[in-house]
Structures are given as structure tokens and as C-alpha cells.
């Protein structure tokens, strides 16, 4: 069977109608995985999944991560040691179930400091509230075609800091000591631009804004170069909004996008189980392949 496919925005997405992930097949695999390398990000409505049919369908795409560490530590699916629960509901001991509450998260990609980053996530939407909590998703193989050749080339040469301290909603994370020198908080460097390892396509690789740095420049300096990086990266033009219905399914490419929430009423719950497929490359730049 062919998968009809539907691309959301000229930067990135594409909705993937006919597919039941419960039941695909690895012919329909293939097409939806080569679907997904060329659009980034694809969304799959109306899915009728168990947490065991999640898990299976996220295997498929490689080996799986466990939850990362956030404010509240980490958060499985009870019984799904790979599953992770974002939510802001409570248990009867007011205990937060998932992480990253109700308020915004800002622009991110995940678990960008760790050497290998993860290579794709899922997000399977379980309960949603009446209004907010959209996740915006922008393209990074765009955005770096939007800048100017000379920013471009300059960015080529560049490596950048991925602070580990905070999760995406500003919460330091369980176990890290607060620290708000770029210079000096806990990081991995990468390069700001990287070849994409399945596809050889350039992109620009950014983690969080907040204690970014470019090692070697000077922090003002730094922040300068980044803020404008940010705006190309972040601008209208390369985002997607996905607006969630109950049973849709989004698979990202973690090594060519990056994602943010919106804030939702904190009198409202929503729940997500998300999955996580571990990095498998460390990130080279075109500048080392060519001289390679
Ligand atoms: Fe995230």
C-alpha cells in the first residue's frame, strides 16, 4: 500500500494520511521514513495506539532513550521505562506525573548536550486541554538557506556551547548546580553547522538560546552572533504550527529542527507520551568532511 503524503509548509512537515501505527508494515516503514527525511517533521492523525503500540512503532526508528532528566527528574510511562510522560496533571499526592507543566517552553532541540544527540522524537497526544499548548517546530536546513552568504559561511566555521543546566521550560535540571556563565556551566560543543548523516543535507544544529556560547568569542560578542543566528532560525518562514487533535502522532528529526511549546491554562491538563530514538553519530562540520 502507498502512503498518501501531504507537505505542510515549503520549510518543513508533511501530514502522512492512511498509515495505522499499529499495525504498519515494514514496506510502509520505508515510505514513511523517506517521507520524514525529506520534510523533517511528519504528523499522523487519529491513531488508535496502546503504550506497548507506541513503543513498537518507535523501536522501528532505532534504539530508544530513556527519559531525559528535567526540573522534575525523569518521568516514564508507568510500566515503559522508554516512554516519557509530558504533562502537568497531578497525583493524589500532588505530585507532578511528567514534566515540563503548564507554562512555555522555549525554542529547543532535545538533549542537544550530550555528544550523540538524540536522533528523532515522538510525541502521541493522550489528553489535551481546550486551548494553547500548540508546538511550533522550525526548519533548520531552511533557516540556514535564509541567511546571507557571508553569515552563512561565517556559521560554517563556528562550533557552539549546548548548555546542560536547564530543561526547555527553564527548570534546572534535577541534580545540576545552577550556573549562569556560559563560559563555565556544564556543555558540549557542536558544530553550528552540520551535515545531516542520513542525507548528507547541510543544516544549521542550535540547542537552547539560554547559555549558548561560541567558544572563543568573547560572551557579548557571542550573544550578538547567536541573537542573529536565532532570528534566522526562528523566523516565520521556517516554522510549523502543529495544533494538536487527540491521536495525532509527530515524529521530528532532532538533528535538523527545533521545537517550542505555547503555554496552556494551567486549570486544564494535557498529557503526552513521548519516545525517544538515541544518537547515533557525533556531529561533524562541512568544513571537516571537506578536508577530510
Ligand atoms: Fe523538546
Known sequence: MTLRHTPLTPALGARIDGVDLARITAPEFQQLYDIWKRHHVIVMRDQQLTD???ERFSAMLGELD????????????????????????KDAAGEPVGALGDGEAAWHTDMSY???????????????????GDTWFAGMPAALRSMPA????LARTL???????????????KGMVANDDPTRSAGTPHPVVIVQPETGEHTLYLGRRRN???PGLPLAESDRLLDVIWGY??????TLRHQWRLGDVVLWNNLTTMHRRDAF????????????????????????????
Open 52 to 54: 506497548a503500540g507506541f
Open 66 to 89: 530513556p527519559p531525559p532528566n528535567q526540573g522534575a527528574g525523569r518521568k516514564s510511562v508507568p510500566g515503559h521505562p522508554n516512554l516519557y510522560v509530558v504533562s502537568n496533571r
Open 114 to 132: 550530550l555528544e550523540r544527540p538524540p536522533h528523532a522524537s515522538m510525541l502521541w497526544a493522550i489528553e489535551l486541554p481546550r486551548s494553547g
Open 150 to 153: 557571508d553569515l552563512a559561511a
Open 159 to 173: 562550533t557552539i556551547k549546548h548548555d546542560g543546566t536547564y530543561d526547555s521550560g527553564g527548570n534546572l535540571r
Open 212 to 214: 549558548a556560547w561560541i
Open 233 to 238: 532560525a526562528t523566523a516565520e518562514a521556517v
Open 265 to 292: 491554562p494551567p486549570d486544564q491538563v494535557r498529557t503526552l507520551h513521548r519516545s525517544q530514538i538515541k544518537g547515533r553519530y557525533v556531529l561533524t562540520s562541512p568544513i571537516h568532511q571537506e578536508a577530510a
